[in-house]
């Protein structure tokens, strides 16, 4: 029984390397071609180079739609962190008639095809008369962060002794104080985390751009139309490759913060 | 002057401060409502707009403010329509078949067998969803292409002298980009599904003489039947209305529902048509997903 037990244990993780190889192989092509000394992206490999690198780096369409997405992003996980914040707060620690109604409609963007939310959403800024820009692209952008910034924080609320906030108040701190002192230092790390993850949500983002930026491409909007020139393919490739490292960082950096202090303290056993 | 007047008196400035400090719930209805203003104007109106433009109509560049539905008799009526939306249910279910099969072991892998550093585990099965979406389709088109990483990877190999042509462009590719985009979409559920179970049941079980198999079969996998919906679910519908993939990988035959909505929006300039088509395949889409949950559930409550 235990050795059929090991036997099943050591395929399984034989699966689990193999499925780890299939999610991470496309990824890992993209360093790995940006440094391929060939306009064709295919094998052998021709040598190394960081031509592409350069190219991609002098290129100003691309500069520009960096600093669009930087723009977006920040306002976008700035604007959806203080949102879901302040819901967060309310959802956890008190009762709020329509609840579920309201979790709902929050994570509802999440169910929804892009593609459904990106026209809707055109439609409201034609109708409105917002013209197509990184405006537009923000508040299509808070739309899609939300959720995630609501599961984030309401987790950290969730963690932490509501009665802290409650001695605070006993001990003569107003409510804008306790928040200050207490609450805030206490869901820092869910704060972080929620600033960081929106930011990737918006960062990669391409379908609601694709409707909403007008002429202000993003920088998946930008890639986007680069991806018709076969030439330009290598050059793409070193812009993913950079984005690529630069995301996974960033999201390591968020999923340490949100678990930092949640986990049970097993490690100090 | 009476007592009550004056407590009227020293009340009135602060009426509405105390009543906001005396309900709880508009306290926190307070908090919420940024947010709910934001749902308001950014998902509501949109959809209730969206709605409004299917029941209008596009005579060349004017749009006909008079409710008709001339559009959704479009939809039901051209059978290339009919078509493109059975081949996009029939591609995401394919899709939402192979994920969840594939992710299932990993999920049970970190669940059961992962001791020690869980976390680490699942932070590196989810690295891959946050990192650009468009970046790992245009990787798989890379990968698949005529003159591809497999193709000239297998000609310098010398296993093919020919680049194989059924790799991309076609529905197979859409079903593998897919499978492997919406793979953390599979495992979390699954995962968080499997996490909670009850491990004195599985040593029920075994202690009642089920072998490793019927153990799996009658205790562990009915319980994590929640979290399979859920996967399922989350990545079924909102794969029937991809654009990106199809568009990349998808070629002639690949190509789905939600290319024609962007066409509608795009050259092709009918709002009110792509409106309704959006609307109608998110109907179906609702209905079939919903009604094939309700037979799984009546199906396994059954058995147990």
């Avoid at chain 1, 930087?70 to 879901?84: C, D, E, N, Y």
């Avoid at chain 1, 892009?114 to 692209?137: D, F, K, M, Q, R």
């Avoid at chain 2, 976390?119 to 798989?140: D, E, G, K, N």
């Avoid at chain 2, 209305?241 to 929006?265: H, R």
């Amino acid at each position: 029984m235990t050795a059929r037990r090991s036997q099943n244990g050591r395929w399984l993780l034989v699966y689990a390397i193999a499925y780890l190889a299939f999610l991470y192989g496309p990824v890992v092509l993209l360093p790995l071609f940006s440094f391929n000394d060939s306009v064709f992206i295919a094998f052998p490999l021709s040598g190394f180079t960081t031509r592409w690198y350069r190219e991609m780096a002098a290129d100003r369409a691309m500069h520009a739609a960096l600093m669009n997405t930087l723009t977006v992003g920040s306002i976008a996980a700035l604007g959806s962190t203080i949102l879901g914040l302040l819901a967060a707060k309310a959802l956890t620690q008190g009762r709020v008639p329509g609840r579920s109604a309201l979790l709902g409609a929050t994570n509802l963007p999440l169910f929804i095809p892009e593609i459904v939310l990106g026209i809707a959403l055109l439609l409201l800024v034609t109708t409105v008369g917002i013209p197509l820009s990184l405006v537009s692209v923000m508040i299509g952008h808070l739309l899609i962060c939300l959720p995630f910034a609501l599961a984030v924080l309401m987790a950290r609320f969730e963690g932490f002794d509501a009665s802290l906030e409650e001695a605070s108040r006993d001990l003569g701190e107003n409510s804008w104080m306790t928040f200050w002192r207490v609450t805030f230092p206490l869901v820092l790390p869910g704060i972080v985390a929620s600033l960081l993850l929106t930011f990737i949500v918006s960062f990669d983002d391409f379908m609601i751009a694709f409707f909403l930026s007008g002429t202000d491409a993003t920088l998946p909007v930008y890639i986007w139309g680069e991806l018709r020139f076969p030439a330009r393919l290598p050059r793409v490739l070193a812009l993913g490759a950079a984005i690529v490292i630069v995301s996974a960082l960033v999201i390591v950096l968020a999923e340490w913060l949100r678990r930092a202090g949640t986990e049970e303290p097993s490690r100090a056993a | 002057m009476s007592v009550a007047e004056a407590d009227r008196d020293i009340e009135a400035p602060g009426k509405l401060a105390r009543l906001f400090q005396r309900s709880e719930a508009l306290r926190q209805y307070a908090l919420l409502s940024p947010s709910i203003l934001l749902l308001a104007f950014a998902l509501t109106a949109p959809l209730a707009l969206l709605i409004l433009y299917s029941f209008w109509a596009q005579s060349g560049l004017e749009l006909r403010h008079e409710l008709t539905l001339e559009q959704y008799e479009a939809v039901l009526s051209e059978p290339f329509y009919r078509d493109l939306f059975l081949r996009s249910v029939g591609i995401s279910a394919l899709v939402t078949l192979v994920t969840v099969a594939l992710a299932y072991p990993m999920a049970y892998f970190v669940a059961f067998r992962v001791k020690r550093r869980k976390f680490v585990w699942l932070v590196l099965l989810s690295i891959p969803f946050w990192t650009s979406y468009l970046l790992r389709v245009f990787a798989w088109k890379v990968i698949l292409g005529f003159n591809g990483v497999i193709n000239s990877g297998l000609m310098s190999l010398g296993v093919i002298s020919q680049p194989l042509e059924f790799l991309l462009y076609n529905p197979t590719a859409v079903v593998i980009t897919l499978a492997h985009t919406y793979a953390a979409f599979a495992i979390l559920p699954i995962y968080v599904s499997l996490e909670k179970i009850d491990r004195s049941l599985l040593e029920a079980a075994a202690d009642l003489g089920d072998g490793p198999v019927r153990r799996f079969l009658r205790v562990t996998l009915p319980l994590s039947l929640p979290g399979v919906l859920g996967a399922a679910v989350l990545i079924f519908v909102p794969t029937t209305g991809d654009y990106v993939t199809p568009t990349l990988v998808g070629g002639a035959d690949g190509v789905m529902i939600a290319n024609l909505i962007q066409v509608q929006f795009g050259r092709v300039n009918n709002w009110p048509l792509g409106a309704a088509l959006a609307l109608a395949s998110m109907a179906a889409v609702g209905v079939l997903a919903v009604s094939v949950i309700q037979a799984i559930r009546l199906a396994t409550a059954r058995i147990k």
